[in-house]
């Protein structure tokens, strides 16, 4: 998004992803939740613009959309379509059409906030013409609070010792970001209250949002039982929940009655709306027959949005660690997935039915990976993540899949960032980069 105060854009990870897409595919679809910058930093690349959502124009461009669906699509290339679910049916298939016919690549941009809730049987799936890509809030080292010392990606490329790095962290500034979020409107906010009301306002949104997922169905949430909701999955942020746990969590907590297929029909449609990002399970070569479980860790798209739902500022997640550490471990989580994708990789857990864990594994298109545990901070808890990578990586057939190309234990704060005599990687969150 643009800078408010220094009419200045943040250059985003997203920017190079984006324009190394549309090299290669006649139209890219950028997915992600409202306010994370998506039409910000389309605008950056695109040579042309339609507003599907402009109020002045919207219901003529559903009607034109109607009736005459390429006119919408004169323009410079890339032309951005912005909110384009506004009338799915007809600007898929018609630019789906109309790059089979240009027979080029970089035509358009698609920007959408939600995933329309139904489009034809009859429209094409777009393969091979529409590519979709996903955005996120801004990572710490896009916010500028991450110096970026530690590359993701030197990591899996380069020789992996290092001489120590001394930080400066506290736990007050993580838990301030963490509260703050990576909402560009938050990074530009002239002051800290400022920018703790951002992922409020956003929860606000939420609460009262009618998801306009196409032009024919439209779905207005009941603002308590979406509360309800949030703050369920919220409080199990970091675990496997499954619907009829959360169900059970917000009927304790909740103070409202709806009966479980409403939570799941709600569930859908928040999920629609890039609310919720949950991260599947690894399923790696073992050298035992240990069963491998498969159910997905919950998380939100980002941080803020848990501790908005939950009524948790920066004072109280001080005094309730076990929270903040799950509510760090969104953050941690929602930055790999930002600097992973910049190198086309997967991000996974792992977690098995002896217990054994692993926060994160970042796998590569070529099969390398990276084994990462995620924790506060603190000797006792840093020594807890570095004794389970070893196991894990003691029970990998790594004959077969080859050993981690790093085991990284990332923390909150730490004195220094630096390798333990095992070779894991000791490495605060504010010192790495993609």
């Not at 939600?114 to 590519?131: C, E, F, L, N, V």
């Not at 110096?147 to 290092?162: H, P, Q």
């Not at 308590?224 to 942020?237: D, G, N, P, V």
């Amino acid at each position: 998004m643009y800078c408010l105060i220094m009419n200045e854009y943040y250059p985003r990870i997203a920017d190079t992803i984006l324009q190394e897409e549309l090299s290669s595919i006649g139209a890219v679809l950028l997915e992600g939740p409202k306010w994370c910058g998506k039409t910000s930093t389309s605008e950056q690349i695109a040579k042309s613009v339609l507003y599907m959502n402009n109020p002045k124009t919207k219901e003529i461009n559903k009607i034109i959309a109607q009736s005459d669906p390429e006119s919408l699509l004169i323009g410079d290339t890339p032309r951005l379509i912005d909110e384009w679910q506004i009338a799915a049916d007809q600007i898929w298939d018609t630019i789906r059409f109309t790059v089979d016919r240009r027979q080029a690549f970089g035509q358009f941009i698609l920007t959408g906030s939600a995933t329309p809730q139904k489009i034809s049987k009859d429209t094409h799936s777009g393969t091979g013409r529409i590519k979709r890509m996903r955005m996120r809030t801004m990572s710490l080292f896009e916010s500028g609070d991450s110096s970026g010392e530690i590359s993701l990606s030197s990591l899996f490329n380069e020789n992996k010792s290092f001489s120590p790095i001394q930080t400066d962290g506290k736990l007050e500034k993580i838990a301030y970001l963490v509260c703050r979020g990576g909402w560009p409107m938050a990074v530009i906010a002239n002051s800290e209250k400022s920018a703790l009301k951002q992922a409020n306002n956003y929860l606000d949104a939420l609460l009262y949002q009618e998801i306009d997922g196409s032009s024919d169905d439209v779905l207005k949430l009941n603002p308590e039982w979406t509360k309800a909701i949030l703050r369920s999955y919220s409080r199990l942020i970091g675990t496997s929940a499954s619907c009829s746990v959360i169900y059970e969590d917000s009927m304790k907590h909740g103070n409202v009655s709806y009966s479980q297929p409403t939570l799941e029909n709600y569930l859908h449609h928040l999920n629609r709306l890039f609310v919720f990002e949950d991260l599947a399970a690894w399923n790696p070569n073992l050298r035992s027959r240990t069963a491998i479980r498969t159910s997905p860790t919950r998380y939100l798209t980002d941080p803020s949005v848990a501790a908005a739902a939950l009524g948790l500022g920066p004072g109280a997640l001080i005094k309730d660690l076990k929270t903040f550490g799950f509510l760090f471990e969104n953050m941690a989580i929602r930055d790999f997935r930002t600097y992973g994708q910049s190198m086309g990789a997967q991000v996974y857990h792992y977690r098995d039915h002896n217990n054994l864990e692993c926060d994160c594994v970042v796998v590569l298109p070529d099969g390398r990976y990276a084994l990462i545990e995620i924790k506060l901070g603190g000797k006792t808890l840093i020594d807890d993540g570095i004794k389970s990578l070893n196991k894990l990586e003691s029970n990998l057939n790594t004959e077969d899949m080859g050993k981690p190309a790093f085991k990284m234990v990332l923390c909150a704060v730490s004195p220094y960032a630096y390798m333990d005599p095992s070779g894991v990687i000791i490495c605060p969150i504010t010192n790495l980069k993609n």
